[in-house]
C-alpha cells in the first residue's frame, strides 16, 4: 500500500484544527515540505508534547512525506525556547542521516499560522485566500505527521493526545480514544471550579463554549488538541458573549482610526490587501450601499482576514472586535455573491519584521498570565471510557458514511464510516471495542464491552 493509500485508508486529517483530509493534501508535488510544530497559541502543550516524547516516528515520517511530494528541503519549524523538543528532534537527526532542517523561530503570535510560517521559512509570501501549495510548499502538523507514520504501519485514527490546562490543579496531558466524553476528560484533570466554561483549542482561535449543557454532550474528535478550563466572569468569557449587534454599534462610535489593526495583522504584513481599521471606519455606510460593484470596493478586503484575531485581542486600545466585524462582511459579501480579485503575488511589507506580537504580552493581555508558565510535564495519562460518541464530522468536507448497524460488535480500529464517495471526506474507526448502541447521520455511540 503506497502512502496515500495507507493515509486515507487510516482516516488521517490535519490534527492541528483544520481537519483537511491528509490524502487529498499529499496528493500533490511540492519544493518544500514544512512541519508545523510552532504550537501557535499559548497554553497549548500537546505538540511540545509529541515532539519531545515520538521524535523518532516524527522524523521518519517526514522522511517519507518529503520523498512522496519530491520536496527538495524537508523543515520542522518551531519555537526556539522550545529547547527539550529541538535537543529531541535534533538527536533523532542526526541519528538517521536524514536531510532535515530545524527552523527555530522567535516566540510571537501566531507563528504557528501556516501563511506566516511559509513567509518566515521561505521567505516568500501564499497569494491572498490561497494555500502554500501556491508557491509550491505543502504544510502539516507533528500530530497529523505522527499519525502518518502509524498509517504507514496499518494503525488508522482512533486516539488523541490533548492537553487540560487553566483552572484545573495542574496541567495535563491525555490520550484518550476519539469520542471521550469532554466531561471526563477535565474531571481527569481535577478543575478547582465546578461551574467552568471551556476553550476547544487555544484562547485566540478556539471555540468558547459557556453552555454546561453543551459541555456535557462535547466529545473530543481528531481535531481536539486542548482544553482550557476558565472561571465563568474571565473575560475571554465576556468577549465571547458579546452579540453582533453590540459590536457593531461599537464599531460605529468609538473606533478612533489609530491603525494598530492593520499594522499588526499577520495577513497585511505578508503583503496582503487587509485593512481592518478601513472596515471600522466605513461600517456605518453598509447599510446604505446597495450597488455590488461599491460594496466590493468598500467592504471587499475582509475576505482576506484570516481571523487570527490579533486585531481584537491585542491590538485595539477601544476594546473592540474588528475580527468579529470581518466575519459578519465575509458573510455579506457571501450572500451577495460578491467575488473580491486576488493579489497573486503580494510581497511582504517592511513591517513584518517588526510587528510580530510577543506571546509573554499577549498572554498578559488575555488575563491568563497565572496558567502560562505551568506546564503539562513528561507524563501523559491514559482514559478508558466506558462509552464514547464518535462524530461522522470530524474532518472538512462532507461527512462519512456509516458503515455498521444499531447492534454490531465493533473492535477498535474498525470500519465505523467510510469517506463520501463524492469531495471531501475521511474514513472513521472505533476507538474501542464494544457494542454500536445509537447511530445517526451524525455519528455513532459505542458502549465498551470489556470481554470484546
Known amino acids: 500500500m503506497d502512502l496515500i493509500e495507507a493515509v486515507k485508508a487510516a482516516g488521517v486529517v490535519g490534527a492541528g484544527g483544520a481537519g483537511f483530509p491528509t490524502h487529498v493534501k499529499l496528493a500533490a508535488k511540492a519544493e518544500c515540505f514544512v512541519v508545523n510544530g510552532a504550537e501557535c497559541e499559548p497554553l497549548i502543550e500537546t505538540d511540545k508534547y509529541l515532539m519531545r516524547t515520538f521524535p523518532d516516528q516524527i522524523v521518519q515520517a517526514v522522511v517519507e512525506v518529503a520523498s512522496h511530494v519530491g520536496a527538495k528541503r524537508a523543515v520542522i519549524a518551531l519555537k526556539k525556547k522550545y529547547v527539550k523538543e529541538v535537543a529531541a528532534l535534533r538527536q533523532s537527526i542526526a541519528a538517521s542521516g536524514a536531510q532535515i532542517e530545524l527552523f527555530e523561530m522567535s516566540s510571537f503570535y501566531p507563528a504557528g499560522d501556516e501563511q506566516v510560517l511559509i513567509q518566515q521559512v521561505c521567505g516568500t509570501s501564499v497569494p491572498e485566500r490561497g494555500i502554500p501549495l501556491d508557491v509550491g510548499a505543502v504544510v502539516d502538523n507533528v500530530g497529523t505527521l505522527l499519525n502518518i507514520h502509524d498509517a504507514l504501519q496499518g494503525i488508522p485514527v482512533t486516539e488523541k493526545y490533548l492537553s487540560v490546562v487553566g483552572e484545573v490543579e495542574r ?20 478543575p478547582r471550579l465546578q461551574d467552568y466554561i471551556v476553550i476547544l483549542g487555544g484562547p485566540m482561535m478556539g471555540r468558547v463554549v459557556t453552555d454546561p449543557a453543551e459541555i456535557d454532550h462535547l466529545a473530543v474528535t481528531k481535531t481536539t488538541g486542548n482544553l482550557i478550563v476558565l472561571p465563568r466572569e474571565h473575560y475571554l468569557a465576556c468577549r465571547a458573549a458579546l452579540s453582533l ?27 496582503h490587501q487587509i485593512q481592518p481599521h478601513l472596515m471600522m471606519r466605513n461600517l456605518f455606510r453598509e447599510d446604505l450601499i446597495t450597488d455590488k460593484d461599491e460594496y466590493q470596493k468598500v467592504f471587499g478586503q475582509a475576505a482576506n482576514c484570516c481571523d487570527c484575531g490579533v486585531c481584537e485581542m491585542f491590538s485595539c486600545p477601544m476594546g473592540l472586535s474588528p475580527r468579529k466585524v470581518n466575519a459578519y462582511l465575509k458573510g455579506r459579501l457571501r450572500e451577495q455573491e460578491i467575488q473580491t480579485p486576488r493579489n497573486l503575488s503580494p510581497k511582504a511589507r517592511d513591517g513584518s519584521l517588526y510587528g510580530k506580537v510577543p506571546t509573554d504580552r499577549l498572554v498578559a493581555r488575555l488575563g491568563l498570565s497565572e496558567y502560562y508558565h505551568l506546564h503539562a510535564g513528561d507524563y501523559c495519562t491514559e482514559l478508558f471510557p466506558e462509552q464514547v460518541w464518535i462524530s461522522f464530522r470530524q474532518h472538512i468536507g462532507k461527512p462519512a458514511v456509516p458503515a455498521v448497524q444499531v447492534g454490531e460488535t465493533v473492535h477498535k480500529g474498525f ?19 464494544g457494542i454500536v448502541t445509537e447511530i445517526n447521520a451524525d455519528g455513532a455511540c459505542i458502549r465498551r464491552d470489556r470481554e470484546a
Open 415 to 433: 470500519l465505523l464510516a467510510s469517506a463520501a464517495p463524492e469531495g471531501l471526506s475521511a474514513n472513521i474507526h472505533a476507538s474501542i471495542s
Open 171 to 190: 496541567p495535563v496531558m491525555r490520550k484518550v480514544p476519539l469520542g471521550t466524553p469532554l466531561r471526563e476528560c477535565i474531571s481527569s484533570a481535577r
Open 245 to 271: 449587534h453590540r459590536m457593531k454599534v461599537q464599531a460605529k462610535s468609538a473606533c478612533v482610526q489609530c491603525r494598530m489593526c492593520t499594522s499588526l495583522c499577520p495577513r497585511y504584513l505578508i503583503g
